[in-house]
């Protein structure tokens, strides 16, 4: 897509998507991405050769080779969504195989997804595009279904079918978060130590999170710090929901309730009501920068697919996030319709004229 074409199909509404500045935190301040920064951040932390030529690989891979920013497709949905309710749109997607092929005709930096998924077509692709193996995953069959993340194969399992990274769940908020954050903590360590990279979906589970009508899921504060804690167990890549409010804390933080930490500069200095400025809430609680900050696509609403992946793109971007990671609005799709959707994300991220704010 042209500028002019993602102008006119993000619409007036949102027109000042491409001329906000941010007044919060300066775009100076963060480790923006960049051809070389794996050379200029990377390098500098412990992570070993191994690690830095993995994460050199999928910063290298795809049409956005070499630009420091990352377009992934993730097809994890058959254990997290269901596998029925994932693919019957598209049954193709039952075969591990058609998912590799369209991140590879996608044009896609790496493909994340199950060792199954993975595992069952690693000799052939694994040296084709960079998988990034899903070590734990929520499960629907259990009843009542529960917010848990379960490991459902070992770290070495990944390194040895050539995955250049693994990536895992933590549901920050819910009553099994302390144990997630153990297990995965002790599982990225173990994957740096065998020289792969490490991402990490932060996301935040508790019905408290949901109040007066307000859904707090998506608050940039709460995304923040879930961020955050990430960066803590060294996840190189932070995979986060776009913020779509903000002001968690303080509705948890009523009568009675004590929770969490606040200052009031989080929502008057540090952010503002601005999508962009939310989402830069999120790459600041990233260590400015210093490890990426993808945002997920969501889920497939039919003909506002093309719109919203755009919009998601141009705020991750103008925010100074590293790229997107978007499944559903592109499997859910006819091979070609997939593809434009990706290529679609990704011209956001090649075309100079769209700034970091």
Same mark, same amino acid.
């Given at each position: ?25 300066s ?17 500098? &932390?412990?992570? &070993?050769?191994?690690?830095l030529?993995?994460?050199? &690989?999928?910063f ?6 070499? &630009? ?31 998912? $590799? ?5 996608? @044009?896609?930096?790496?493909v994340?997804?199950?060792?199954? $998924? ?16 899903? *070590? ?18 070992? $770290? ?10 693994? @990536?895992?769940? *933590? +549901? ?12 995965v ?11 792969m990279?490490t ?6 589970? #508790? ?47 009523t009568?009675?309730?004590?929770? @969490? ?5 989080? +929502? ?5 009501n ?9 790459v600041?609680?990233c +260590? ?6 993808? #945002? ?17 793109a ?19 799709k006819?091979l ?7 290529n ?11 700034? $970091?704010?």
């Amino acid at each position: 897509m042209t500028y002019n074409q993602i102008i006119s199909l993000i619409g007036k509404e949102d027109e000042n998507l491409f001329t906000h500045i941010c007044a919060t935190v300066s775009k100076d301040q963060l480790h923006l991405p960049s051809p070389d920064f794996v050379d200029n951040v990377f390098s500098l &932390s412990n992570r &070993s050769n191994q690690t830095l030529r993995n994460l050199q &690989s999928i910063f290298s891979h795809g049409r956005l080779g070499g &630009s420091g920013y990352l377009s992934i497709l993730p097809v994890d949905q058959g254990i997290e969504h269901s596998a029925g309710a994932s693919f019957a749109a598209n049954p193709t997607y039952f075969d591990p195989e058609s998912i $590799v092929k369209l991140a590879i005709e996608g @044009g896609c930096n790496a493909v994340a997804s199950s060792f199954g $998924v993975l595992a069952m077509v690693s000799r052939k692709y694994a040296h084709k595009i960079p998988f990034v193996v899903k *070590i734990n995953h929520n499960e629907l069959l259990t009843y009542p279904n529960k917010a848990d993340q379960v490991m459902y194969g070992s $770290v070495k399992d990944a390194w040895n079918m050539g995955a250049a990274a693994v @990536g895992a769940t *933590i +549901y920050f908020g819910s009553e099994e978060s302390d144990r997630q954050i153990v297990e995965v903590a002790k599982a990225f360590e173990e994957a740096h130590q065998l020289g792969m990279a490490t991402i990490l979906w932060c996301y935040l589970r #508790n019905n408290a999170f949901k109040k007066d009508g307000v859904d707090y899921h998506m608050s940039a504060d709460l995304t923040g710090q879930a961020n955050h804690l990430g960066v803590t167990i060294q996840a190189d890549i932070i995979k986060q929901k776009l913020p779509e409010t903000n002001g968690g804390y303080k509705a948890l933080n009523t009568g009675s309730s004590s929770y @969490g930490k606040l200052d009031e500069r989080i +929502y008057t200095k540090l952010s503002s009501n601005h999508p962009i400025d939310l989402c830069r809430y999120q790459v600041v609680n990233c +260590y400015m920068g210093r490890a990426g900050l993808i #945002n997920s696509g969501g889920a497939s609403e039919g003909d506002t697919d093309l719109r919203e992946a755009v919009r998601t793109a141009i705020i991750n971007k103008r925010a100074g996030g590293m790229g997107m990671i978007s499944g559903r609005k592109s499997f859910q799709k006819p091979l070609k319709e997939g593809i434009e959707l990706l290529n679609a994300i990704q011209d956001v991220y090649l075309e100079k004229q769209i700034t $970091v704010a």
